[in-house]
């Protein structure tokens, strides 16, 4: 199927999973993952509307800017500190924000540069060892921390779910990030704000649809099977 033809069909299906939440697809932000992906898919996707595309390489961003045009770009990825000195050019949201030394870091730079950058706070509820997100007993403090910066919004909460057969498995796990969400969405911060619920990829976005994501990263069923020889 063509790059379109899969557009076609995921819009569909977002629209059938989020209606289960309540949400329209005007609610839901759609993040085209476009690591590995050729120039010419990737503007298949963009002349069939895909507006958000998300890379988890920096060096893969500066690379395709051009590519991207008007597109909000995500940096979806693990971050290295010392990267981010090169996200100050037309990065829309940086998903993947974990740890104080980031944080630290992006403010820094956002000091430097006199701009706001925004991003997610990435939580890794499951505790899977080597993969990013802050555990959850860690969250407030890191909240707090960003309430002390003047240089970053965090503007909701990002997840990666186990990679598990059946992806009815990590229903739980959606959940409990909804739930999270909310929590937070209660208390008054002056540099956060419960917008956007980033979880679900290719494997799991329907049900992270269900369970009240507003917004999915999708890789392998817009573009097929990546192509790592590349
Ligand atoms: C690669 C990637 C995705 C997309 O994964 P697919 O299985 O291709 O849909 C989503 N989120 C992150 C953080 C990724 O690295």
Do not use: C
């Not at 076609?8 to 309540?22: L, M, P, T």
């Not at 707090?144 to 240089?151: A, C, K, R, T, W």
């Not at 409990?176 to 002056?190: A, G, H, T």
Request: no cysteine.
């Amino acid at each position: 199927m063509s790059v379109k033809e899969n557009l076609d069909e995921i819009q569909d299906r977002v629209i059938r999973s989020a209606e289960k939440f309540g949400h329209s697809w005007e609610d839901i932000h759609l993040v085209a993952v476009t690591k590995f992906v050729d120039e010419d898919r990737i503007l298949q996707a963009l002349d069939w509307g895909v507006k958000e595309v998300g890379e988890n390489q920096v060096q893969e961003i500066e690379r395709k800017m051009e590519i991207f045009q008007g597109a909000q770009v995500h940096m979806i990825g693990q971050l290295q500190s010392n990267k981010v000195r090169k996200l100050t050019h037309g990065v829309a949201l940086i998903q993947s924000i974990d740890r104080k030394s980031l944080l630290k870091e992006i403010n820094r730079i956002g000091q430097r540069e006199n701009m706001i950058f925004k991003g997610l706070i990435q939580v890794n509820n499951a505790k899977e060892e080597g993969k990013g997100g802050v555990y959850k007993e860690d969250l407030p403090e890191l909240l707090d921390y960003v309430e002390s910066l003047d240089h970053v919004h965090i503007e909701g909460l990002m997840n990666i779910a186990p990679f598990l057969d059946d992806p009815e498995e990590v229903r739980p796990y959606f959940r409990d990030m909804r739930n999270l969400f909310e929590k937070i969405s209660q208390i008054s911060y002056n540099q956060i704000k419960m917008n956007i619920l980033s979880m679900g990829m290719t494997h799991d976005y329907e049900v992270a649809l269900e369970e009240g994501a507003n917004m999915v990263r999708i890789g392998r069923a817009i573009f097929g099977e990546r192509d790592y020889s590349k």
